[in-house]
């Protein structure tokens, strides 16, 4: 039986290599091979080597897309200790055409550049890039966005493998909600009042409305407002090619998205993508609890080459069960209520009258008063959800032992668990008759900070599973 090849980019720690061990237990290397795997991050190949065992493993994507000699151009890009290396690595190892065939490419693209957590994200839109609509894709995202515009480089890695005797079936992307309107549509209007001396008293709120242009040896000046005209239509927002309920009227996604899609359009799959969040998936083998236990919502890009017969669906929510909804408890170490290092000063913590809901699955119960970010301040009811982990910090919990009220942090392993991760007894398949696992333990190669940042840019290995999982019903 032919084994399904696997190669994956902006690899992170391996969140699909573990969803595929999943859902193939014991028989995961007798049918599963993976090819390939890339990230830029030290840590995490270090981490991602331990666990996984990839044929080929990338330093950087931009190996995978540019032969050795362009790549000792990109002096701006690649640091010297890694040039070296590149310098002693062979001429075979780069290059698109030297990437191994695969049947599913899967990416998590960055996403700083579209995520609420950065709070310079409005500095990347594209307002002096394309005034009037037109697209030319990768030059529309600004080469200021060089982190975001990887995603390009993952669409020359499909590209590539479309065109092979044993071509790429199936991808995945992935990235932050945040993605889908990001730099909203607009329209400029021409201000016909308006002089030079009006816009220099603009204030600096104003300023990011107007704009002032010479054209044809005239100045005219303009007001951005709400809305766009694509094909003498007008729209509030920029209409989804491949998801109808985005349809550039009740809702709509942002042009980042709408330039991606585009994109996307000309590399010969059929593509769908849906927001799908944590909370809503968890690992069968376990069926003492329901649901996920994170509310991590993030866009997945799913494309199927043309030519391959039946259709995609979605993985569905989960119908979970009043009494065994999973909860953040389930996944905190108790060995670790005695650990000083974790605790807040009592002095600093203080009742949150006012309980924050997100999304109807995780409260703020109390707060931290000497933390000035607010993301810092909230302290979570352990025995309800965990918020969305992110990269930076780690969430801190509540809960009850002994009619005793603990404060603490996460450590990164728990962080990990949460995400889905094999951690101790959680997340490892059912199991054997010998008291063992199907999957072995996550392997610690580096630090416990290391470990929190790893986790907190992963994808949720539930959630993966359940996608894949939809993926391998059009494969058989």
């Known amino acids: 039986m032919k084994k399904l090849t696997i190669g994956t980019t902006f690899s992170g720690i391996g969140s699909p290599e573990f969803a595929l061990k999943h859902i193939f237990g014991k028989d995961f290397e007798k049918k599963v091979s993976l090819e390939w795997a890339c990230d830029f991050d030290d840590n ?40 070296e290396k590149v310098k002693n690595t062979e001429e075979n190892f780069f290059g698109l055409e030297n990437i191994l065939d695969t049947d599913m490419y899967i990416f998590g693209f960055p996403c700083q550049n579209f995520s609420l957590a950065n709070q310079k994200r409005d500095s990347f839109n594209l307002d002096d890039i394309d005034r009037d ?16 515009t990887l995603v390009f480089e993952s ?37 016909i009042n308006m ?21 044809d040896g005239k100045t005219k000046f303009y007001k951005r407002e709400n809305g766009l005209i694509l094909d003498e239509v007008e729209y509030k927002g920029y209409p989804s090619l491949f998801n109808s309920e985005f349809d550039g009227k009740k809702k709509f996604i942002g042009k980042t998205l709408y330039v991606m899609e585009n994109a996307f359009k000309e590399l010969g799959y ?23 236990v994170q509310n991590r919502e993030r866009i997945f890009i799913v494309g199927i080459k ?18 065994k909804k999973d909860k953040v408890i389930n996944y905190l170490n ?9 605790h807040f000063n009592l002095n600093n913590v203080e009742i949150k009258e006012r309980k924050r809901a997100s999304t109807g699955v995780c409260n703020q119960t109390h707060y931290l008063n000497n933390v000035k970010y607010e993301q810092g301040q909230r302290i979570y009811d352990a025995n309800l959800k965990s918020p969305c982990l992110t990269c930076v910090g780690e969430p801190k919990f509540t809960y009850k032992v002994a009619n005793k009220e603990i404060f603490r942090s996460t450590t990164g392993k728990e962080m990990l668990a949460i995400q889905g991760f094999p951690v101790d007894n959680l997340n490892r398949g059912p199991m054997q008759e010998d008291g063992t696992y199907y999957i072995e333990e996550f392997k610690y190669v580096v630090s416990d900070n290391q470990l929190k940042k790893q986790a907190g840019n992963s994808m949720s290995v539930s959630t993966m599973e359940a996608l894949i999982k939809q993926i391998l019903k059009v494969e058989n």
Do not use: C
Request: proline share 5%; glycine share 4%; aromatic share 10%.
């Open 306 to 323: 043309k030519t391959i017969e039946g259709e995609f669906f979605f993985p569905e929510p989960e119908v979970v069960s009043e009494g």
């Open 155 to 191: 669409m020359k890695i499909i590209k590539e493998l479309s065109q092979r005797k044993n071509p790429l079936k199936y991808f995945i992307g992935e990235n932050v909600k945040g993605l889908v309107q990001h730099d909203p549509a607009y329209i400029w209007k021409e201000q």
């Open 44 to 83: 995490a190949r270090m981490s991602f080597k331990a666990n996984h065992h990839p044929k080929k493993y990338y330093n950087n994507v931009y190996y995978m897309t540019n032969t050795k000699d362009k790549i000792l151009e990109m002096t701006n890009l690649i640091s010297k200790p890694k040039m």
């Open 334 to 342: 108790k060995k670790n209520d005695k650990n000083q290092e974790l």
């Open 195 to 215: 002089t030079d001396e009006l816009f220099t008293k603009l204030s600096p709120k104003e300023l990011k409305i107007y704009r002032k242009r010479e054209e």
């Open 133 to 148: 609509n037109t697209h030319m894709h990768q030059k529309d995202l600004g080469m200021n966005a060089t982190k975001t």
């Open 270 to 292: 059929e593509i769908k993508w849906k927001i799908l969040n944590a909370k809503d998936f968890s690992f069968e083998d376990n069926p003492t609890v329901e649901g996920g």
